[in-house]
């Protein structure tokens, strides 16, 4: 594993037991999110993915959805902190391919927690139509 990227999961490690970094965390992403224009269907996609992890942690944390395992919520806060971090494998500045490493990680979780993440919209429909 590249050293900059173990670094984030470490720091990721440590912000999930702390609620005040988490909420840090989730203003910084969204924050950065607002930044981003969704210029292509790459960024479309990472915006898209970015505000699922965002609802997904918030929602976990707050302890309306308490499904996830501390796997499943460590990695969605990884892929929040390398998001927002701008010095990851390429950085965020270099057009065209600063986020498309940001986008590969989110993918990677995507993929790898696709279970939980539908669990996750379900959840979410239901309680959209019971309200």
Same mark, same amino acid.
């Given at each position: #594993?590249?050293?900059s990227?173990?670094?984030?999961?470490?720091?990721a490690?440590?912000?999930?037991? !702390?609620?005040?970094?988490v909420n840090? *965390?989730?203003?910084?992403a969204?924050?950065? +999110? !607002?930044?981003?224009?969704g210029?292509?269907?790459?960024?479309?996609?990472?915006?898209?993915y970015?505000? +699922?992890f965002?609802? #997904?942690?918030k929602?976990?944390?707050?302890?309306?959805?308490n499904?996830?395992?501390?796997k499943?919520?460590?990695? *969605?806060? /990884?892929? *929040? *902190?390398? /998001?927002?971090?701008p &010095?990851d494998l390429?950085?965020?500045?270099?057009?065209?391919?600063?986020f498309?490493?940001?986008l590969?990680?989110?993918?990677f979780?995507?993929k790898? /927690?696709?279970s939980?993440?539908?669990?996750?919209k379900i959840?979410?429909?239901? !309680?959209?139509? &019971?309200?």
């Amino acid at each position: #594993m590249n050293k900059s990227v173990l670094k984030i999961f470490r720091k990721a490690n440590r912000i999930l037991k !702390q609620q005040s970094q988490v909420n840090e *965390l989730l203003r910084k992403a969204a924050q950065k +999110l !607002q930044k981003l224009k969704g210029s292509n269907k790459q960024i479309n996609e990472l915006i898209e993915y970015v505000q +699922l992890f965002l609802k #997904m942690i918030k929602k976990s944390f707050i302890g309306e959805y308490n499904s996830f395992s501390n796997k499943t919520l460590l990695s *969605l806060v /990884f892929g *929040l *902190l390398y /998001f927002v971090t701008p &010095m990851d494998l390429v950085p965020d500045f270099i057009p065209l391919l600063g986020f498309s490493d940001d986008l590969s990680i989110i993918y990677f979780i995507v993929k790898n /927690f696709k279970s939980d993440i539908e669990a996750f919209k379900i959840w979410e429909l239901n !309680q959209r139509s &019971m309200s």
